[in-house]
């Protein structure tokens, strides 16, 4: 007799990430200009906000060396924690997030893989959107013209408003088991497969299975490499003109683009990758897919031409 699938954890949506600095003035300075908010300062720990309702979206904790911290992903329920608690590996208990922005609980699990924390969030208050100053123009096309007459486009240098943590994505030793567990315990589903040459699969995008709800293309993505690295988290802005002023911030602080400013082929966001001060990749996008039920999984074979469909050729450190 076969076995039952295990019950699946439902996930509702991306939360926030924690990244650890060895060097933490530069890593703020970084994510200030990144065009983060910062929220709270709690001992080692400063929590950072988009403009957004999520009380945080990044947490950067001062540390004797940098390492990825993990992503909290917003659960269903209580009983949700504390099944995860009861049967994911290297699971902690549900502990309170007292100091965090917005507070809530947590579950701390461990990816089977390669070992990376990975938590579960419950309860957590949510926050007013804060009243940033957002361009809300119509646009001018050839023969549809939609701007009102005598009316110009100014804008202000400034950095990129964050408005949410949209996805992140990390190298794995192992693909299939690591998409064996993700699909078998949680409510993921594959809105692009990419596979090598001899047709075996070694990127997966996920998305979220919420039934009708619409849902970002993706907000988890894997593939399969060498040895485990976080290669990115990715953060929405508002729009176009906004994303690129923010490019132009960066550059004129002197940063290091990873890739960008182009569109891409899966998920149709465009994106903008900035190497922070310890090498962290982190994305600006605008303008992404959004799924719901209906749509079924993609698959594709994997090419420089599968990564974008414009902007600049895809540099060899993103490829890592």
């Known amino acids: ?21 060895k060097d933490i003035d530069k890593a703020v300075a970084f994510l200030n200009d990144f065009g983060f ?72 699990f461990y990816d089977p893989v390669d070992g990376f924390p990975f938590h579960l969030v419950h309860g957590q208050g949510q926050h007013n959107i ?24 100014r804008f202000q240098k400034r950095p990129a408003p964050v408005h949410k943590l949209g996805h992140f994505g990390h190298c794995t030793t192992n693909f299939a088991k690591t998409y064996e567990f993700y699909s078998t315990h949680f409510n993921l589903i594959p809105s692009d497969l990419v596979h090598d040459a001899d047709g075996t699969d070694i990127t997966v995008f996920f998305r979220l299975n919420r039934g009708k709800e619409q849902v970002d293309h993706h907000c988890f993505f894997f593939y399969q490499g060498p040895e485990f690295h976080v290669h990115h988290s990715s953060y929405e802005t508002h729009d176009f003109d906004t994303q690129v002023l923010g490019h132009d911030w960066l550059r004129e602080k002197g940063y290091k683009n990873c890739w960008g400013v182009g569109r891409h082929v899966l998920g149709s966001q465009i994106f903008d990758y900035w190497f922070d001060p310890s090498g962290f990749i982190m994305e600006h996008y605008v303008d992404g897919d959004l799924v719901d039920e209906t749509e079924p999984p993609h698959r594709s074979q994997a090419s420089p031409d599968s990564l974008h469909v414009w902007g600049p050729d895809v540099p060899s450190d993103f490829l890592q």
């Open 1 to 21: 007799m076969a076995s039952e699938a295990p019950r699946k954890i439902m996930l509702k949506r991306i939360a926030h990430t924690y990244y650890k600095y």
């Open 130 to 153: 804060l009243d940033i100053p957002l361009p809300q123009e119509p646009v001018n096309y050839p023969l549809e013209k939609n701007r009102p007459v005598n009316k110009f486009q």
């Open 37 to 108: 908010t910062e929220e709270k300062r709690v001992g080692d720990k400063i929590y950072f906000r988009g403009y957004g309702t999520e009380p945080f979206v990044v947490c950067a904790i001062k540390s004797d060396r940098d390492a990825f911290g993990g992503t909290a992903f917003v659960v269903d329920s209580e009983d949700e924690l504390q099944y995860a608690s009861e049967t994911l590996p290297k699971a902690t208990g549900i502990y309170e997030l007292e100091d965090a922005p917005g507070k809530g609980k947590c579950v701390t």
